[in-house]
């Protein structure tokens, strides 16, 4: 089974200041994908960003971007020029590399509440 | 493109009664989850479905919790009879299947409270 792990219950940032979550994760698997989730108040969860195991090289999408290491099974997030709106829950997840639907599940981390600060 | 539709937003109960959920994924979407976020907590599985049958339910408690999902579209998730524990977000999520690993599409959840 595998297991994501956030260590970090709350941050707070200022407005355009950076900063990092950490995740960690356990797994036998081989290839897999990781992703972090925004979750605002409505509940909704949002894509931020999605890294494939297999890929060395560090996924960033706009002013989001991660640091994988995958023999550490470290994933962290670092947001950059932080905005008011990404103010939110975030959750690292897992999820096993499989074509077929029954390895597309994902495992949440227990989440990191951000908060930024005007 | 419609997003996942989910009713009802809210909806408290007292212990013992039952309760439904309802989801409508994505149009064309063939995979269908329903997590379980308990406050302060991440979510978790409880059920997926491939069109209209059941991929992983391991971590559903089948003696008071049961889903369905007719023609392989829209579904709905019960509860019956409720206990105090089972108050939480509920989450449907859809994605496409034949593609490895596609995005997961959330919907707005279910927010339930059991007295």
């Known amino acids: 089974a595998q297991t994501v792990t956030q260590s970090q219950p709350e941050m707070s940032v200022q407005e355009a200041e950076t900063v990092t979550l950490s995740c960690t994760y356990d797994?036998?698997?081989?290839?897999?994908?990781l992703f972090w989730y925004k979750q605002p108040p409505s509940r909704q969860m949002i894509l931020v960003i999605r890294?494939?195991?297999?890929?060395?090289q560090n996924a960033t999408e706009n002013r989001f971007s991660v640091n994988f290491q995958k023999a550490a099974k470290s994933f962290s997030l670092k947001i950059s020029d932080s905005q008011l709106g990404d103010t939110a829950m975030y959750f690292c997840?897992?999820?096993?590399?499989?074509?077929?639907?029954?390895?597309?599940?994902?495992?949440f981390g227990g989440g990191t509440r951000v908060l930024v600060k005007p | 493109e419609a997003g996942v539709a989910q009713s009802p937003r809210y909806k408290i109960i007292e212990k013992r009664q039952s309760v439904a959920f309802w989801c409508n994924p994505i149009?064309?979407?063939?995979?269908l989850y329903w997590y379980q976020q308990i406050l302060g907590q991440g979510p978790k599985l409880l059920i997926q479905?491939?069109?209209?049958?059941?991929?992983?339910d391991s971590q559903l408690p089948k003696d008071r919790f049961s889903a369905e999902r007719l023609k392989g579209v829209d579904s709905t998730l019960k509860i019956q009879p409720a206990k105090l524990e089972d108050s939480a977000v509920y989450l449907c999520?859809?994605?496409?299947?034949?593609?490895?690993?596609?995005?997961?599409?959330f919907g707005q959840g279910t927010r339930l409270t059991v007295v």
């Open positions: 149009s064309g979407h063939a995979t």
């Open positions: 797994t036998s698997e081989n290839n897999y994908y």
């Open positions: 890294q494939e195991a297999y890929k060395q």
């Open positions: 997840a897992f999820s096993r590399a499989q074509i077929k639907a029954a390895g597309n599940k994902l495992t």
């Open positions: 999520a859809s994605s496409l299947l034949g593609k490895m690993n596609t995005e997961a599409f």
């Open positions: 479905f491939q069109n209209n049958g059941v991929v992983d």
